[in-house]
T-cell receptor, first 108, second 118 residues
C-alpha cells in the first residue's frame, strides 16, 4: 500500500464547475499537508498549506483535512480554464511524500 | 512565497558527458535542498536531500556516484549527472525547504530542468 493515494484522473469539468480533489494516506505521523499545482513542463507551485484538521480557504480554493479519516481534499470553486493543471497532494514527515497527482482539465 | 531558480531550463548532451544543474534560493536561505526526478505523467521521485555544508542523503536506488550533489552555500545546490546516458533523460526539479512564515515542512520548487541525453 502506498503511503499516499491519489486518483490520477484525468478529470474533465466545464468552466464554472466545483472541482473536488482528494487524497488518502496511511501514515499517522504526517503533520503537514500541502497541495501543489503543476503546469506542464513546470515545477510544482505551492497552493495550500495546512497542519490541522478542518478547512482553510484562500480565494476560490479550500483545503480540507480530516486526520481521523486520514483524508484530505482540495475544492476549487468557479473553476477556470487556467486551473487546468496537475494537482499534487503532499504530506510532510521530514521529507515530502507526494500523491501521484490528478490531471485536471477545465473546458471553456 | 519563496523563489527558487534553476539553470539551465533545458539541456541536450551527448552520451558519456557530464551535466551540471544549479538550484538557487533567491530570497531566502535554504538550509535544506531537495532534488527530484519526474517522468512524464508521473509524480515526483525524491533523489536526495542536501544540507548546507554536509554530504547529501540519497534515497534508496539512487546512485550517489552518478548523481553528485553539492550544497556549498545556503542559496546554492548543484546536481551533476556524470557520464550521462539516454536513460538519464528526464525532468529534474529542485526544491528548497525551511521554516518560512510558519509553513514548517513545506518546500518551494524550482521551474525544473529538462535533460535529454542523445
Amino acid at each position: 500500500q502506498k503511503e499516499v493515494e491519489q486518483d490520477p484522473g484525468p478529470l474533465s469539468v466545464p468552466e464554472g464547475a466545483i472541482v473536488s480533489l482528494n487524497c488518502t494516506y496511511s501514515n499517522s505521523a504526517f503533520q503537514y499537508f500541502m497541495w501543489y499545482r503543476q503546469y506542464s513542463r513546470k515545477g510544482p507551485e505551492l497552493l495550500m498549506y495546512t497542519y490541522s484538521s478542518g478547512n482553510k480557504e484562500d480565494g476560490r480554493f479550500t483545503a480540507q483535512v480530516d486526520k481521523s479519516s486520514k483524508y484530505i481534499s482540495l475544492f476549487i470553486r468557479d473553476s477556470q480554464p487556467s486551473d487546468s493543471a496537475t494537482y499534487l497532494c503532499a504530506m510532510s514527515v521530514g521529507k515530502l511524500i507526494f500523491g501521484q497527482g490528478t490531471e485536471l482539465s477545465v473546458k471553456p | 512565497g519563496a523563489v527558487v531558480s534553476q539553470h539551465p531550463s533545458r539541456v541536450i548532451c551527448k552520451s558519456g558527458t557530464s551535466v551540471k544543474i544549479e538550484c538557487r534560493s533567491l530570497d531566502f536561505q535554504a538550509t535544506t535542498m531537495f532534488w527530484y526526478r519526474q517522468f512524464p505523467k508521473k509524480s515526483l521521485m525524491l533523489m536526495a536531500t542536501s544540507n548546507e555544508g554536509s554530504k547529501a542523503t540519497y534515497e534508496q536506488g539512487v546512485e550517489k556516484d552518478k548523481f553528485l550533489i553539492n550544497h556549498a552555500s545556503l542559496t546554492l545546490s548543484t546536481l551533476t549527472v556524470t557520464s550521462a546516458h539516454p536513460e538519464d533523460s528526464s525532468f529534474y526539479i529542485c526544491s528548497a525547504g525551511g521554516s518560512l512564515a510558519g509553513e514548517y515542512g513545506t518546500q518551494y520548487f524550482g521551474p525544473g530542468t529538462r535533460l535529454l541525453v542523445l
